[in-house]
């Protein structure tokens, strides 16, 4: 189902053009003291300006440096939407410099706008989660969204969240969990994800994948996805029209299968064909991933039986562009080839 795209437009009676811009060393710290003005107008220009002014990665370190994020802090919580727009705006323009990261990193911003995760208005909401995706790329970043507790809320923020909003949550969860998943998996993600799998949207498709594969990289991660019967669901996003959501599940059934059950699950549900038909796709982005998880399938009598018949397809990939493939396939064979 279509959904609205998320408008950044200020209301009708606000107007960007009588921001007041100032320019120079001392513009921040005026800009500073309108941000902390009693006028309500004062503190919309002002950040209006602001957001221009934080492009500049120069104006961003100095804007730290004189402690405006105490001031964005505080206007996170005002009740006028604008302002609360604008202010989760800056933010996120922040976070695009790295600068900018570690700065609201160290201020605590993430616990700051956690508060906004059921704000009204979309636009403020899709602000405070690609400030979240660009912070969670750090690895201080990630720890601090765990820290903040807010993996649970955002696991369950992937049920209502418009489509936009979902892909920047599965961004930042692929980062998050990537360091720890027990909360995620109290929470019901993979219940949630599962569900995702089958959305309609090629981007949400691809990340809840990645998000699985993150999981599976643990080892409670990879027993929840084969108790959740979500290898099946991979293995049909195997054949998905577009080649990324492929590579993402092939990646995530790659993790899981390194669970004996796993490969006993993924044997049951019939995914030596599907896979194969990867590996003999020289364009495949795929291919890679495909190889590893067959080889860890030919570590089963009944895997390797079936991979005889199929040696050549293996053969074939020893002369691929890639030395990557090459290896993967020299492995592949070696592990058909064993004999107990």
Known sequence: MAQPRISAYLPPDIDPTKAVLAFGRRALPKLNEELQSPELLTQQRALMALCDLVHDPEKVYQAIALGFLDSLKTLLVHQDQTVRQKTTEV????????????????SGVISALAGLLDDPVDICRKNTHQTFDMLARLPEGAGGVLRAGLIPPLVLKLKTELDEIQELILETLSNCLRVEVSEALAAGAITVLKEKLSHSSTAIRSKAAWVLLEISSHAEGKSAVCKEEVIPVLLSLLQDPQPQVQAKA????????????????????????????????????????AIKTLTLLAELPEGRQTLLDHR?????????????????????????????
């Open 250 to 289: 092939t990646g995530a059934l790659m993790f899981a299968l390194v669970a004996p059950q796993g490969r006993s699950s993924a044997m049951g549900a019939e995914a030596i064909p599907p896979l194969l038909t990867l590996v003999a796709e020289e364009t495949s982005k795929a291919r890679l991933n």
């Open 91 to 106: 933010l996120s323009i922040m976070a695009s410099h790295s600068i900018g990261r570690e700065g609201l990193i160290r």
């Open 312 to 340: 050549d397809t293996f053969l074939r990939c020893l002369d691929d562009p890639s030395e990557a493939v090459q290896r993967a396939a020299e492995i592949a064979i070696t592990v058909i080839d064993w004999k107990p």
